[in-house]
């Protein structure tokens, strides 16, 4: 039985504390009227006085009138954005450990219907991350009610009078989406996938702890079934979430690739991350039926999935910068020209360095070596969510500082935390899985 250590225990509790100070720090900084904003945006003028004559020019042909309606408009969006970035901090961090656990649970439904002979050491470790989607499904459901209820602006296209032709805040787009992007339908999938996903968690976890006490492999067998239809719901539902939650941040937008491309990133950090768990528990001296194998395994499906979201990556972005058509294009162009680092560093860090420090064989058996990697990787996609969100809900106010760094801190602490305490619950290792002994004696 593993031992959940007071030390790991104790940083878990300073990793959440930390980051819920932080978070609150983010929140009571950010402006609270327009007047604080004015000031922010006079600061600002008087450090780029040089350049603003050819706006100056621009405004010397329009009326008072109109100056000052755009200054307005102009202070309202700043207002509005500089509101939404510890918002948006949490949100990232948020649905980020949220897919990761999703990448596991989708990455263990995978292993049961493949009937995978080497994996079975490592299902308690799977169950052991999964026992996390319980609470941070809870979380971010919490933050998507908030949302609805215009607590924060993450969803323009909740805005209110935005289907209203009457309305100042008409937005012909959107209003043809209407039927689809509204809140009761939206928040209803929503409930409908978290709960599905974690009933799939519940049930499946509860058969394989079923199947060590049973003569036969029923329970095994119930798992098979059930994993098989799970995969079925998880694809559709994976799909409308990337939609929904990440895709309808910018409503003018769409792309047909969207949900693979999130499906590619979040499953290879749910793998990475099994990965570093499985690493950090042989470091402990437990999971001794684990070798070199299965790490070897993994890094391969590390290197593959990171291969495979470069494929999507390029694709989707080839596609649309070549037909440039503006409504699609604009996506990319407004990345590249105020998010440059992030987007082409996600790149690099997603696929470059994967490439280099995993293509070797022998690489992959290394733990330090595919440490470093599994880090750089779980960077890489959390830059990936990041620049996913951030442009449509903070656009140019972007920077990574106290609220997106406290808020990836809260959502670590708390893994750690549910994820090592729920290992300490049953055994590691699987008693009655028909192929244990296979996954014991596996050899590459």
Aim: aromatic share 18%.
């Amino acid at each position: 039985m593993y031992t959940f250590s007071s030390k790991l225990k104790t940083f878990s509790f300073i990793l959440m504390l930390l980051g819920a100070l932080g978070i609150g720090i983010g929140f009571m900084s950010a402006p609270k009227t327009i007047q604080d904003v004015e000031t922010i945006l006079k600061t600002e003028e008087a450090h780029h006085e040089g350049g603003h004559e050819a706006v100056a020019a621009h405004e010397e042909v329009k009326s008072s009138t109109e100056v000052k309606a755009e200054h307005e408009e102009h202070v309202e969006h700043v207002f509005h954005q500089l509101q939404n970035k510890p918002w948006a901090a949490l949100y990232v961090a948020c649905i980020f450990f949220l897919l990761i656990t999703m990448g596991v649970l989708a990455f263990y439904g995978i292993q049961q219907v493949a009937q995978a002979g080497w994996s079975p050491v490592l299902f308690r470790v799977m169950q052991g991350i999964t026992a996390y989607l319980p609470v941070i499904s809870v979380i971010f459901f919490v933050i998507l009610l908030l949302s609805g209820f215009h607590v924060n602006h993450l969803f323009v296209w909740m805005k209110e009078g935005v289907a209203d032709p009457n309305s100042p805040n008409y937005d012909e787009i959107i209003a043809g989406k209407s039927g689809y992007l509204n809140f009761a339908f939206w928040i209803s999938r929503a409930a409908i996938f978290l709960l599905g996903w974690n009933l799939y968690r519940y049930l499946s976890r509860k058969n394989c702890l079923a199947q060590d006490e049973a003569n036969d492999d029923v329970f095994y067998k119930k798992n098979f079934k059930m994993s098989a239809a799970f995969l079925v719901f998880f694809i559709v539902s994976e799909s409308i979430m990337s939609w929904d939650w990440i895709m309808s941040i910018d409503p003018h937008w769409f792309s047909t690739l969207f949900g693979w491309y999130v499906f590619a990133s979040f499953v290879v950090s749910g793998v990475t991350v099994i990965q570093l768990v499985t690493i950090y528990l042989k470091s402990k001296g437990y999971l001794e039926n684990v070798n070199s194998s299965h790490i070897h395994d993994l890094s391969k499906f590390m290197f593959g999935f990171s291969v495979f979201w470069t494929y999507l990556w390029f694709s989707q972005f080839m596609l649309i910068w070549y037909a440039n058509i503006p409504e699609e294009v604009t996506y990319f162009k407004t990345r590249i020209e105020l998010y440059n680092l992030p987007f082409f560093g996600a790149f690099f860090m997603n696929f470059v360095f994967p490439i280099l420090l995993l293509v070797n064989t022998d690489f992959k058996r290394i733990y330090w070596i595919v440490v470093m990697g599994g880090i750089v990787i779980l960077t890489g996609h959390y830059i990936d969510f990041f620049n996913m969100i951030m442009p449509g809900t903070v656009g140019d106010r972007w920077f990574i500082g106290i609220p997106e760094i406290s808020a990836l801190l809260f959502f670590f602490g708390l893994f750690i935390f549910v994820v090592f305490n729920a290992l300490t619950k049953v055994p590691l290792l699987p008693k009655r899985n028909p192929f244990i002994e296979e996954s014991k004696h596996f050899h590459y």
